[in-house]
């Protein structure tokens, strides 16, 4: 590879000033951050990295509270997954619908395995430490293979028992949970060693709602494979006896009383404030979750949400495998709800693991892999290298190529070339890049323009050039462009995909200017922007929680070709406006996805870009690869760790009808923030 190639993956600012093994804790104190709010922030984001603790902090300034010292309250859950746990998610929304909340609704299918306990911020690393230690030590003797359970119901409660040896095994694994917080974390925890392990269906109902409740529970199909999850969760206990709001629309304040509303925020209202609009008509007082600050605000922005939307997970541990996530890249932060776009982060969890890819390597054994063939079908399936061994065996030892290659051929003979196998078909699915109004805030449309809608740029980092909209600068508002540096990382990831051989044979974005802007930059960088144009489709929208209230107004194809965007005139979207709903449901979200993709790969053949949003990496790979959609708490989650021009490959597996996620054969991109510098603080 040439040097000036090699340099270009070498502009990692990050990695310059970051040390192979500092801690985020150490990163947060050489920043200047004090010691108490380094640690209260790295235990309300679940210590996923320098970035989102940074974030945190400045989101939280002016929280009157930030410097209390408030040790969090946490729990230990054994959670069901899979067909089982799916099953149960449908019997939450199928009750919720038929009878209204219960007790239940307030969280999600739970054997709970200890009481609440509270541990003290710089001890929570140590309290991560021991479940996993705990489990391991459990694990170690022997894992039930099946957890079985039985139907139960009393007069005000509806669930479901574990039978002996499940409930067994998860009594010993809470008894050396307990053991292990006090010795490693210093932390006493009370376990359910001696109590009956459940999953809770329904409690605190009506009286009249028992016949329909116990009659959807009979339904459920115990015998329903599953897999367990441990999973260690906190919340901030100053808002225990809090009724949670969550944000639908956004609210910009105008009066200082007021609370601002970002979308996907939750709100904390006391009980008292519940009731005492205190002369604000539909006007509610409560206290963000994403900023702690407190003030008025319209309630009918928002709608009744869950407890444990406002949890932080600090760790999750399969018991299907004994080879769980001991290192710190398997991390789980607080789940952001207002989406990735309204929080953004870096998304690294430590200089660990920041600097331990050799690029050179990477992109020298990608593109020999992809020497041989790019858009060809698959006819022999083969896993990816990471897979090729169980248990860290090495793979058998293959037989030489073309043996027969040595033998002498007759004079004149021409040498024919071995068949080439073509490798499995991939897809491609990126994030957009950095986008103008995170950037520099929702202001930036009137700041920019004058009275007669010329464009003025105000930054080096602003769009040089933006585009027609029919509806002025004002269509910009819920569509926003991308940044100078967003032009920049999409073409860098065009460049990154060029280098290992990758050929794109159709390309799929989302109506959003910010991906499709994204989508052309990846293709330039790739070469291939002349003659590979862009396939628009409604159906990559974002989840429409995270949209406005109304569809925005997207560009045209006549304006998006006058900008230079290479546009397909011809195609036409398999998911209309018309169809997308406002209140659409997340399990709908996922299965909007499923259908897309399922119907573009037998429409196509070749490799598969497709530029959309952050919940788009999870939408469209879930069910492809035979997985359920997640719950909506899990996908928030994920949604909100996933950086500008996030990516993942699929790849296909003919043998078995599935795609599978790989490592992406390509480096990532990271780099750290850079605020706007006053330089008159110089004159002081």
Known sequence: MAKEDQGLFLQQNAADTLLRNTSSLQVLLSMGFPKDRAHKALAATGDAGVQVACDWIFAHVKDPTLDQVTPREFILYACPMGPFGLQLEEFWQQSLVACGRNGVHTSFPHVTLCSFFKCKDENVSKL??????????????????????????????????????????????????????????????????????????????????????????????????????????????????????????????????????????????????????????????????????????????????????????????????KANETDNDQRLSRRYSRGADEFH????????????TDIDTLLENSATANASSSDAQRTTPSLPSNQNSKSGEEPPPRPPKDVYAQVQKPKGAVAVPPPVTPRARRIYIFRHAERVDVTFGKQWIKLSFDEQGKYHRKNLNMPKKLPGRCGGPSDFNHDSPITEMGLHQAFLTGQA???????????????????????????????????????????????????PATLPKFMDVNYL???????????????????????????????????????????????????????????????????????????????????????????????????????????????????????KMLQD
């Open 345 to 356: 982060t870096s998304g690294y969890s430590s200089s660990r693991g920041l600097l331990n």
């Open 561 to 679: 070709t006058k900008f230079g965007v290479n546009v397909a005139k011809s195609y036409q979207t398999k998911v209309k406006p018309k169809d997308l709903s406002a209140n659409e449901r997340c399990s709908e979200y996922f299965q909007r996805c499923h259908k897309f993709l399922s119907s573009v790969l037998k429409e196509t053949s070749g490799d598969i870009l497709i530029t959309a949003h952050a919940g788009s990496l999870d939408g469209l790979s879930r069910q492809i690869q035979g997985l359920s959609p997640r719950p909506m708490p899990e996908f928030v989650n994920i949604v909100t760790k996933v950086p500008y021009c996030g990516a993942i490959v699929l790849e296909e597996r003919a043998d078995v009808g599935i795609w599978e996620l790989i490592e992406p054969p390509f480096p990532t991109l990271t780099h750290a923030p850079n605020p706007h510098f006053d330089w």
């Open 497 to 547: 995909l060029k280098l290992i051989g990758v050929q794109i044979s159709h390309a799929f974005s989302s109506p959003a200017l910010r991906c499709l802007q994204t989508a052309s930059s990846i293709l330039k960088g790739l070469e291939c922007d002349t003659k590979c144009s862009i396939n628009t489709d409604y159906a990559l929208y974002e989840w429409m929680k995270w949209s």
């Open 128 to 321: 991560v430490r021991a479940v996993t230690t705990a489990c391991n030590r459990v694990c170690a003797d022997e894992t039930p293979s099946k957890f079985d359970v039985e139907y139960f119901a009393a007069d005000n409660y509806v669930g479901l028992f574990l039978e002996r040896s499940a409930a067994n095994f998860l009594r010993k694994l809470s008894n050396a949970f307990a053991e292990e917080a006090q010795k490693i974390a210093d932390t006493k925890v009370e376990s359910h060693s001696n109590k009956q392990l459940h999953i809770t269906l329904a409690y605190k109902f009506p009286a009249n709602h028992f016949n329909k409740l116990q009659s959807l529970a009979k339904k459920l199909d115990l015998k329903k494979a599953s897999t367990w999850e441990i999973r260690l969760y906190s919340k901030d206990p100053k808002f225990g006896d809090c009724e949670i709001l969550r944000v639908l629309y956004p609210y910009t304040p105008t009066s200082e009383s007021h609370l601002q509303l970002i979308n996907g925020d939750c709100i904390f209202v006391g009980p008292e404030d519940v009731s005492d609009k205190t002369g604000f008509e539909g006007w509610f007082y409560g206290t963000s979750w994403m900023t702690g600050c407190s003030g008025f605000f319209p309630v009918s922005h928002t709608e009744k949400s869950t407890d444990t939307d406002t949890w932080t997970v600090h760790k999750k541990y399969s018991l299907a495998s």
